[in-house]
């Protein structure tokens, strides 16, 4: 529940089991989200420390920097999207298309419910599948607070980049007014200047 997928295959059914339903979600889903977004950001320095040692090594930084973060959504993609497309098409009986599906929909945390996992009483499961599920639901979620963070991290020093090319182009176009002056006016500046200086002398 506080993974906020919410599938509606388990749901409380009595008044006192709904009521503690209501104050576990207010507690656990704000504390949910403060351990992914955690795990994400220690996701998020594990990889900085080794795009700065690889950068220190090599002279192409902003190469070394995109293919960092290029080797991360690719292997995130596969150990959070792929493999467990496999995973799920093997044990679950799904094709490739709805195992996809399921995994874009837990990990979103849409959840609508149409397709869940490990919950076919006319199959057998292996000891270790639900707590395959587990972790994979939690550092899936963290992984996707990784991707939320990359993206911010992009947006920022986009958001910088525009900021410095927006206020050199200002200062381009003050100094192109300000030596594009009208001669004409510049011309009676000088005949006002001389006549001030004539009547002074007299």
């Known amino acids: 529940m506080i993974s906020r997928s919410g599938y509606g295959n388990i749901s409380p059914s009595t008044t006192a089991g709904q009521i503690f339903c209501v104050f576990f979600a207010l ?16 996701m998020l320095a594990i990889e900085r ?6 950068q220190q090594k090599t002279s ?10 290029l080797v991360s ?13 496999l995973v799920f098409q093997m044990h679950e009986g799904w094709t ?14 849409i959840g609508f ?13 292996p000891e270790w599948y639900s707590i395959l599920m587990t972790s994979w639901i939690f550092f899936g979620l963290a ?15 986009l958001n910088g980049h525009f900021k410095q090319w927006w206020s050199g182009q200002k200062s381009e176009e003050e ?25 002074t002398k007299q």
């Open 143 to 157: 992984w996707l607070a990784l991707l939320i963070n990359h993206t911010i991290d992009i947006l920022e020093r």
């Open 60 to 69: 192409r930084k902003r190469c070394t920097r995109f293919f960092i973060h």
């Open 73 to 85: 959504y690719v292997s995130g993609a596969v150990l959070f999207f792929v493999v467990p497309m």
């Open 175 to 199: 100094s192109d007014s300000a030596d594009n002056v009208n001669p004409e006016t510049q011309v009676e500046k000088e005949d006002e200047i001389k006549k001030s200086t004539k009547s």
């Open 96 to 109: 490739y298309s709805e195992a996809i599906y399921y995994c874009f929909i837990t990990l979103s945390t």
């Open 113 to 125: 419910g149409d397709y869940v996992a490990d919950s076919n009483p006319d199959k057998e499961y």
């Open 49 to 54: 420390n080794i795009c700065d040692f690889l």
């Open 27 to 42: 507690i656990g889903i704000p504390l949910n989200v403060v351990v992914l977004n955690r795990v994400g950001k220690y």
